[in-house]
């Protein structure tokens, strides 16, 4: 049991098997205590519609069955962390993102079809929506990284060039985004060109918080939750992304720090969104800290 004077690495293991869904509880075990990646898929295969998406609350703030992007964004991501982001399970997901696509080949965040079931109320729910970088562009670099190839990459990735060209104002998600299809973008020479761009839009803009002491002096994205601040971290996952570049080591060592010490007195990591439903926030916590341990691990923190 993790007691006083604990690592972190220990006090977030406890936080995981109090707390935690099977599938966070076997993707820990996988990253953190050698357990296989069997196990991984096949939690996630919970999740699974016959449609090849993904549904069932797989993403927190989604309730219900039916499968989302954000949800079949989400298990590609898992499927990513366990090497296993190929073969047919990816082809059925390519065929699900072609069904769901808008007329441009590319992915809207929210289906009609979640109409019915719960969900966050800061996601809009609209009869036609609109393709959004912010859904789709995860999801193509992403596929790109993994050197997955299928027809709706194409498309859908000339949606996401259009679309990072395109922004001039933006929100701190929607450049998490633009830098995760940059990061596995084909054309390294435009990816690294677009983001060094974007970096700049970044700074003039004060989208990251450069100095966590003096966060409070950062604004706020509109329709963000008060304090929903946005850190070098949080763009540079890893060390070996293009948003790097965007950030000075002490910069970057700073908001180290901060995450590092964010972690809360049960051992996991708190949620700086809007919490709207408390099964949500029990579901997501554990994301959050799964997310925190990686990212320190990644940038060669010691988690004890």
């Given amino acids: 049991m993790a007691g006083t004077g604990a690592s972190p690495l220990n006090r977030a293991e406890q ?11 076997r993707r820990f075990a996988h990253h953190f205590l050698a357990g296989g990646a069997d196990a991984v898929e096949t939690a996630l295969t919970a ?3 016959e ?12 309730r219900g069955p039916v499968s989302q992007p954000l949800h079949t964004a989400h298990a590609l991501n898992v499927l990513d962390s366990i090497g296993r982001c190929s073969g047919l399970r990816v082809e059925r997901i390519c065929r699900f993102l072609t069904d769901v696509s808008t007329k441009e080949g590319a992915l809207p965040a929210l289906l009609p079809s979640q109409r019915g079931y719960p969900a966050a109320p800061f996601i809009p729910l609209v009869d036609d929506p609109p393709a959004e970088l912010l859904a789709t562009g995860p ?13 709706w ?30 990061d596995g973008a084909p ?60 950030f000075t080591d002490e910069e970057l060592e700073r908001s180290l720090d901060h995450l590092a010490s964010e972690q809360q007195a049960d051992g996991g990591w708190p949620l700086n ?9 029990l579901e997501g916590r554990p994301l959050v800290t799964l997310k925190a341990l990686l990212t320190m691990r990644a940038h060669g923190r010691s988690l004890g």
């Fill in 15 to 25: 936080f995981i098997w109090l707390t935690a869904r099977v599938l966070e509880q």
């Fill in 47 to 49: 999740y699974l519609n």
């Fill in 51 to 62: 449609d090849g998406g993904y549904g069932h609350a797989l993403e927190p703030d989604l």
């Fill in 139 to 151: 999801v193509v670099g992403l596929l790109h990284r993994n050197a997955v190839w299928h027809a």
């Fill in 153 to 182: 990459l194409f498309r859908a990735t000339d949606f996401c060039w259009a679309a990072v060209d395109a922004l001039e104002h933006s929100h701190p998600y929607e450049i998490e985004a633009a830098v995760a299809f940059l």
């Fill in 187 to 246: 054309d390294r020479a435009r990816a690294e060109a677009a983001a060094d761009r974007l970096g700049r839009l970044v700074r003039e803009q004060r989208l990251a918080v450069l100095d966590p002491e003096r966060r409070a002096e950062y604004p706020v994205a509109a329709g963000y939750a008060p304090g929903e601040h946005h850190f070098p971290y949080d763009y540079a996952r890893t060390p070996d992304s293009l948003a790097r570049r965007w």
């Fill in 273 to 281: 969104w809007r919490q709207w439903a408390p099964g949500t926030a």
